[in-house]
Nanobody
Framework: VQLQASGGGLVQPGGSLRVSCVGL????????MGWYRQAPGKQRELVAT???????NYADSVKDRFTVSRDNAKNTVHLQMNSLKPDDTAVYYC?????????????WGQGTLVTVSS
């Protein structure tokens, strides 16, 4: 399984950006995909996740600003980021996870840098 992220870049405060991730390989139908981020000097943290059934979880810090969506048929997940703040600057990592016979499988993408600065 490979996760390939795209998007990211430099944006001014208040701007918008979209990052996308496609999962390649044997990914079961029942899974959770999403985004985590890691700012310099900080631990990796959850941004947003979405299950194949559409259940969504957001970090409080991004609620009402970020929107996660997915295309199950294409194993892709998107993160639309609006009203970006300098605190959103981080490397954003795509994540896919599932459980089979009580065994958890988890994969990470290579990360894409989002910089919010004027």
């Amino acid at each position: 399984v490979q996760l390939q992220a795209s998007g990211g870049g430099l944006v001014q405060p208040g701007g918008s950006l979209r990052v996308s991730c496609v999962g390649l390989g044997s990914i079961p139908r029942v899974n959770t995909m999403g985004w985590y981020r890691q700012a310099p000097g900080k631990q990796r943290e959850l941004v947003a996740t979405i299950t194949n059934g559409g259940k969504i979880n957001y970090a409080d810090s991004v609620k009402d600003r970020f929107t996660v969506s997915r295309d199950n048929a294409k194993n892709t997940v998107h993160l639309q980021m609006n009203s970006l703040k300098p605190d959103d600057t981080a490397v954003y990592y795509c994540n896919a996870a599932w459980i089979i016979l009580s065994q958890k499988y988890e994969y990470w993408g290579q990360g894409t840098l989002v910089t919010v600065s004027s």
